[in-house]
């Protein structure tokens, strides 16, 4: 859809070219970051979960899949019988429970980084195609999205892996799949709206192509939602890829995913909490962070929002 | 209204095209010949695989197959599980009264906490009590279901031994099925024994699968009675001296229940999604618990029926609660 330019402008005219010092995050952005006491909290686990995951390899006290076959079972360190060699307890095989958390936590913050980029970017791709298309494109594009919108989330990616078999990278492949509707949509109202001010006309006149409006002009514009957008979909890939894992569709034993954990341990309930209790509360933590950090963010970069 | 309605009705059309699409592709998608796949036999002999691909119709061009399929969908045909041999929708039909007995009660339970807790929340906004309820609900709304689970067997079946672990009535019960709703079923059985211990199965599964609804709504009533307090019919009728519950739960409320009412119609997705993981915790013979065992054991046609039902499901509620959405608010029949 690209206009011809009306005056074509010959190369070297025109305006002359300032460096035009670029508008830095406004500092209005982290003075509403910062007062929102949630968001800085949030932040402040995702952090901890990113030093420990990070360190896992140097600080772990023992190997992830090292199984010490005198020490089964092993409550917590503070509780009787247990051992300072073991801090959080050993699993049914004496797995060391704390260096498979570390493990696992860089296991789902990995999972958490690709499943939102892929759907940043094949959803954000979309949603500008269809924003700037228009039409059939767009009728086809967001039709497909309604009827991935109308299936809940955990039911479609359950099967999509039905599809591929069970495995992380299949259930990550899955999640990354389910969630693009949301994105699409996000980018697509933000490009219509968009489109239609001076600015993307102006560019338009001087004679710039559909990729430049696309990825240079517009989609920098369309970011706010989408940045929220992507902090929280961080939480949905982690309860989502450990729902799998817990249903034995993710990833799988030995692999220290907290979901697949808590499934192993589920048969020990009666007579080991902390094997049920360390894995789900690390995912609880990490999920409730990315929400209240996505929270934070809307409040700070999207004050319409706010109530 | 009927053009509303209408609209709303051609809505559903691809929709209900897409899921068929989706399931239909299933079979197609995965590796292997889909004569195994669907009879999960191996070892065919060539020539009656020959008159099974010509039976099936797996000899015509994709589009063909899929206008059958859509045909045999809408026959109610969903094929035969490969596990029981049973029709897959009469498998699913048998089941489904307990996960919609689960669901229910799990929505009531989350309804009956969430609205007065959200409400109060509003009421005492920016107090103490607001932002504990806030803060609980994020972490509802935040938390793994499945883990949430496994701590409430932790905490009621094995450390107080008040509710036990899983299934849907102790075995020594047998009550005949009339509606499938087991606590109907005792009832009109008149066997209250059987009746308390259905209840005793019920409450876990239904705590557990309702936090996540119950976290929602609270949140959801909280910010549209703050929206709907500062209107000012709510200053006039507080100015005509009308105490002040009455102000609060009648003229307040009921105008900040439209979004409330559309919240609660879209956690049925929600509940369905947790039902699958909530069931197969508490080995509550639901279609999730079923819908898992049949992926687990490579029960294709049992997967796609499966999928196709709830998918279904989820749609015609949504289209429900629109209708109903346009029927109590009638800016929204007009809006579009």
Redesign the interface.
């Known amino acids: 859809m690209k206009l011809p330019p009306l005056f074509p402008i010959p190369a070297g005219s025109g305006p002359p070219q300032e460096p035009l010092a670029p508008a830095g995050p406004p500092p209005e952005f982290w003075r509403l970051f910062g007062a929102n006491r949630?968001a800085v909290i949030g932040l402040g686990i995702i952090g901890l979960m990113l030093t420990l995951a990070l360190t896992a390899p140097w600080l772990a006290p023992h190997p992830p899949a090292e199984q010490y076959r005198n020490a089964l079972l092993l409550p917590p360190a503070w509780l009787a019988g247990g051992s300072w060699r073991f801090l959080l307890g050993t699993d049914d095989v004496g797995r060391d429970i704390l260096s498979r958390l570390m493990v696992g936590a860089s296991i789902s913050l990995s999972i958490g980084c690709l499943v939102v980029s892929f759907s940043l970017v094949v959803g954000a791709t979309l949603g500008l195609i269809a924003g700037f298309l228009r039409g059939v494109v767009e009728s086809l594009i967001m039709?497909?999205m309604?009827?991935m919108l109308?299936?809940?989330?955990?039911?479609?990616a359950?099967?999509i892996?039905?599809?591929l078999g069970p495995g992380l990278v299949n259930a990550m492949v899955a999640i990354a799949i389910v969630v693009l509707p949301h994105y699409v949509r996000l980018t697509r109202a933000a490009v219509i709206t968009e489109t239609t001010k001076d600015y993307v006309i102006a560019s338009r006149i001087v004679g710039a192509g559909l990729m430049r409006q696309m990825f240079i002009n517009v989609l920098p514009n369309c970011m706010a939602p989408l940045l929220v957008q992507a902090t929280l979909g961080f939480?949905a890939a982690i309860?989502d890829t450990?729902?799998l894992g817990?249903?034995?569709?993710g990833a799988q034993p030995p692999t220290p995913e907290w979901?697949t954990m808590?499934a192993d341990a589920?048969q020990f309930?009666?007579r080991a909490?902390w094997v049920?209790?360390f894995?789900?509360?690390a995912?609880?933590l990490t999920?409730?962070a990315f929400?209240?950090m996505g929270?934070g963010l809307r409040d700070a970069m999207d004050p319409r929002l706010k109530? | 209204m009927i053009a509303f309605i209408l609209q709303r009705l051609g809505l559903l059309l691809p929709t209900f095209f897409g899921v068929t699409l989706i399931a239909f592709s299933l079979i197609h998608l995965i590796p292997g010949d889909p004569i195994q796949i669907l009879l999960g036999e191996r070892g065919i002999d060539p020539a009656r695989h020959a008159q099974l691909m010509v039976e099936f119709g797996l000899d015509k061009p994709l589009w063909q197959q899929y206008l059958r399929y859509v045909g045999q969908v809408i026959q109610g045909n969903l094929g035969a599980s490969l596990v029981t041999r049973e029709p897959v929708l009469h498998e699913f039909l048998t089941l489904f009264p307990a996960t919609v007995e689960l669901a229910v009660a799990a929505i009531l339970f989350a309804i009956l906490i969430g609205l007065p807790l959200g409400v109060v929340a509003a009421v005492k906004h920016g107090a103490w009590f607001d932002h504990t309820v806030m803060g609980l609900s994020l972490v509802g709304y935040s938390m793994p279901i499945f883990w949430w689970a496994l701590l409430l067997i932790l905490l009621f079946s094995v450390k107080l031994g008040w509710l036990p672990v899983s299934g849907r009535i102790a075995v020594q019960f047998w009550v005949e099925p009339v509606t499938g709703f087991l606590l109907l079923d005792t009832l009109l059985a008149r066997d209250f024994e059987a009746f308390r211990s259905a209840l005793r199965h019920l409450l876990l599964p239904a705590l557990a699968l309702g936090t996540i609804p119950l976290a929602v709504i609270a949140r959801m009533t909280r910010s549209a009675m703050l929206e709907v307090i500062r209107e000012d019919y709510i200053r006039v009728a507080r100015a005509k001296g009308l105490p002040p519950w009455r102000v609060i739960a009648v003229h307040a409320l009921r105008n900040a229940l439209i979004p409330v009412v559309t919240v609660i119609g879209l956690q049925v997705g929600v509940l369905l999604a947790g039902a699958i993981l909530t069931e197969t915790i508490f080995a509550w013979p639901g279609v999730g618990k079923w819908l898992i065992d049949s992926v687990q054991r490579r029960d294709y046609p049992a997967v796609q029926g499966g999928i196709l039902l709830l998918a279904g499901i989820v749609m015609l509620v949504n289209l429900l609660v629109d209708l109903l959405y346009g029927l109590i608010n009638p800016r929204i029949r007009h809006a579009r």
Not at chain 1, 246 to 249: H, N
């Open positions: 949630g039709r497909l309604d009827v109308a299936l809940p989330s955990l039911l479609l359950i099967a892996v039905a599809v939480s309860l450990a729902a817990f249903l034995g569709l979901g808590l589920r309930i009666q909490w049920v209790t894995p789900g509360l995912i609880l999920v409730l929400n209240l929270d109530q």
